[in-house]
């Protein structure tokens, strides 16, 4: 098992080299081990429509693979996609033993592709870590519910200011956090703010990684408030910005943005305000399967309370704000009894530089959409 595991980490590092540019299929990747322990064969997914990560380490292997073991971080598609079932590629090549990391959540797949390599008389073992859930949980909740993954991050000091008073928040965390979260810019679909974050910040919500991809940016602005000067919609990015809208909001509003550059989303409106499940529903029909949320918190709220947060991220930084009148990663009411809290689920901390991040995910009472891959 402890080989398994070290393998499997080999196959990890892998995928992640794909991370971010296989939308909407998850980040794979192989590795192919010899009777001797002898790595023979590397690969990884490099974008959708291209070969998967099995065919890659398998032509790297060649007749290595013959009698060999697979570790893949995702069970192997066994139906036509754009490519062909990896499965048959595996069954040919000789491999004696497959190792996945996570079985796929895929309802085309789901255990099929184990299947069709045991018929075939080759050993399958499945062999869970958190590094192979977190590649596949946003292609989890995506295929399954056709929503997006959300991942909420906030950064507060250590009394849970998120900026001070007057509404400076440059800079709470140290450069290590930010240069994380822009590793993270580059690995999403979207980025997801409020309006209120456009007219207080004006940020341009790229990817400032060497090489990086900057994602889409959606703005949540109900009444169309969005400034068509806006560095989101004028920072010298090729990617799209949307703005979504009620249809209360003028339409010379929505032209300016639009001659702006922007698309313009007009959506159902609940209390006078974006239907946000309506928003998650428009983005995963767009096919945008993991958004980054980088939102205040009014709208970090009110994400919460239609439960389509699926994981946050806080970092805290070892510094003191106070004032009465600053503000927290999560606005809203509230709840009244310490009772009614929302309890947070599978706690990770870890030392970023300065800061602390501590990632968690939502135990939502009785149950939330999101979903997960093995863990």
């Known amino acids: 098992m402890h080989a398994d595991r070290r393998f499997m980490a080999l196959a990890v590092a892998q995928a992640r080299r794909g991370w971010g540019r296989t939308s909407p299929n998850p980040p794979v990747g192989a590795v192919v081990v010899d009777a001797a322990d002898r790595v023979v064969g590397r690969g990884y997914h490099p974008r959708a429509g291209e070969p998967h990560a099995e065919v890659f380490a398998l032509e790297q292997a060649g007749e290595l693979a013959r009698g060999a073991t697979l570790y893949v971080t995702l069970e192997p598609c066994c139906h036509q996609g754009r490519t062909p079932p990896c499965t048959r590629r595996i069954i040919a090549a ?9 079985t796929d959540p895929n309802p085309l797949v789901a255990g099929g592709g184990l299947a069709e390599l045991a ?16 590649l596949v949980e946003a292609f989890a909740k995506h295929v399954t519910t056709l929503r997006p993954f959300l991942h909420l991050k906030a950064a507060v000091t250590l009394d849970g200011r998120m900026a001070t008073a007057t509404g400076d928040a440059r800079w709470v965390t140290g450069e290590a956090a930010r240069a994380l979260v822009h590793r993270w810019r580059d690995r999403c679909d979207a980025v997801l703010v409020g309006v209120g974050t456009v007219l207080r910040d004006d940020p ?25 000067t806006a560095r989101v919609l004028t920072g010298g990015s090729d990617a799209p910005t949307w703005v979504a809208v009620t249809a209360a909001a003028p339409h010379e509003a929505r032209s300016a943005l639009e001659r702006a550059g922007a698309e313009v989303l007009t959506l ?8 946000l499940a309506a928003l998650g529903a428009e983005l995963g029909r767009r096919g945008v399967v993991a ?43 509230g709840v009244v009894r310490m009772a009614d809290a929302l309890p947070l689920d599978r706690l990770r901390c870890r030392r970023v530089g300065e800061d602390l991040w501590i990632s968690a995910y939502p135990a939502y009472p009785g149950g939330g959409e999101h979903v997960h891959g093995d863990r």
Do not use: Y
Not at 268 to 275: N, W
Not at 291 to 319: C, H, Q, W, Y
């Open 268 to 275: 159902p409106e609940r209390a006078g305000r974006v239907d």
């Open 204 to 228: 341009r919500l790229t990817c400032r990684v060497p090489g990086g991809r900057d994602p889409i940016r959606v703005v949540v602005d109900s009444s169309g408030r969005t400034p068509p």
């Open 119 to 134: 018929r075939a008389g080759i050993r399958t073992d499945v062999v869970p870590t958190p590094a192979t859930a977190e």
């Open 291 to 333: 958004v980054l949320g980088e939102a205040g918190g009014t709208l970090n709220a009110a994400l919460l309370r239609e439960r389509m947060v699926d994981r946050i991220s806080l970092f805290v930084a070892p510094k003191l704000v106070g004032g009465d009148g600053s503000p927290g990663p999560v606005g809203g009411e």
């Open 94 to 102: 000789g491999v004696a033993r497959v190792v996945v990391g996570a």
